[in-house]
T-cell receptor, first 109, second 115 residues
């Protein structure tokens, strides 16, 4: 079956760095997405990786290793507004997004 | 209005009621999606429409009935629901359903409670 694993919850301190991991087993691979979802709001797109390596976008970076079925989202200089759930999703061979259950990130002052 | 809008934002209904959820996208996209989001569970894809034609139906019970009258509007008709159907229902759109890298844009969702 298809499976996306990510930690349920993480806690970090304002100003610090946090890495949210995602491992996947899917039927085919057409890229991996990271979305941010604040409580009670819509998920919003953060990043897309289809080739191995690191993609940097401001304070957020996303890494992919296709051979390991692994990705991480790196958040630097954490701010209180980064408190949210972070969703990992893989597009499979049928171009469907397979979603993880999300990682709730709690930022403490 | 911009992006993806959904109405109503909250809905409480009895098991014998009939109601409809509405989604509208103002992005000029060709594909629209319905997802179910339950607490601490992955997003579940329910339906996919591409250019107003249904291209995916992930074994969703018949008490959920989608309708896509045009590429900007998507409805989810609900009847004789069960309490376990209580969840956040999210609508999304994208340029193409089968194009790697096409991000999906989500609406704020309808929080549904079935009594």
């Amino acid at each position: 079956g298809q499976n996306i694993d990510q930690p349920t919850e993480m806690t970090a301190t304002e100003g610090a760095i946090v890495q949210i991991n995602c491992t996947y087993q899917t039927s085919g691979f057409n890229g991996l997405f990271w979305y941010q979802q604040h409580a009670g709001e819509a998920p919003t797109f953060l990043s897309y990786n289809v080739l191995d390596g690191l993609e940097e976008k401001g304070r957020f970076s996303s890494f992919l290793s296709r051979s390991k079925g692994y990705s991480y989202l790196l958040l630097k200089e954490l701010q209180m507004k980064d408190s949210a759930s972070y969703l990992c999703a893989v597009m499979d061979s049928n171009y469907q997004l397979i979603w993880g259950a999300g990682t709730k990130l709690i930022i403490k002052p | 209005e911009t992006g993806v809008t959904q109405t109503p934002r909250h809905l409480v209904m009895g098991m014998t009621n009939k109601k409809s959820l509405k989604c509208e996208q103002h992005l000029g996209h060709n594909a629209m999606y319905w997802y179910k989001q339950s607490a601490k569970k992955p997003l579940e894809l329910m339906f996919v429409y591409s250019l107003e034609e249904r291209v995916e139906n992930n074994s969703v019970p018949s008490r959920f009935s989608p309708e896509c009258p045009n590429s900007s509007h998507l409805f989810l008709h609900l009847h004789t629901l069960q309490p376990e159907d209580s969840a956040l229902y999210l609508c999304a759109s994208s340029q193409e359903p089968a194009n790697p890298g096409n991000e999906q844009f989500f609406g704020p969702g309808t929080r549904l409670t079935v009594l």
